[in-house]
């Protein structure tokens, strides 16, 4: 089974960077037509789609950011990152990695999800 884990520096002061990893294990990141995602949660607030980074390397981020938020991979660590420059604390949440799979329809789908990881942003 494809396992993800997030891991990073923990608290992050505003204007700083945040930077997270995720290891992916029991599958490849360059398998064909799959999909490498950073989604974040908010207190209190839904999901947010950051972006994500293709089996091909090729990337997207959401252009709701007003930056942009470069994601990046090694593949002999089988690990893609994130990173987001001059964050602010409303960008505390809950950051997750997840990836998106060929689906029956012919379509992707979301397939693995990692636990999580809590980054505050404060002082």
């Known amino acids: 089974q494809v396992q993800l884990q997030e891991s990073g520096p923990g608290l992050v002061k505003p204007s700083q960077t945040l930077s997270l990893t995720c290891t992916v294990s029991g599958g490849s990141i360059t398998t064909n037509y799959y999909y490498w995602n950073w989604i974040r949660q908010p207190p209190g607030k839904g999901l947010e789609w950051i972006g994500n980074?293709?089996?091909?390397?090729?990337?997207n981020y959401s252009p709701s950011l007003k930056s942009r938020t470069p994601t990046s991979r090694d593949t002999s660590k089988n690990q893609f990152t994130l990173q987001r420059n001059s964050v602010t604390p409303e960008e505390t949440a809950v950051y997750y990695c997840a990836s998106q799979a060929p689906s029956s329809d012919g379509y992707h789908s979301w397939r693995y999800w990692g636990q999580g990881t809590q980054v505050p942003v404060s002082s």
């Open positions: 980074i293709g089996y091909s390397g090729s990337t």
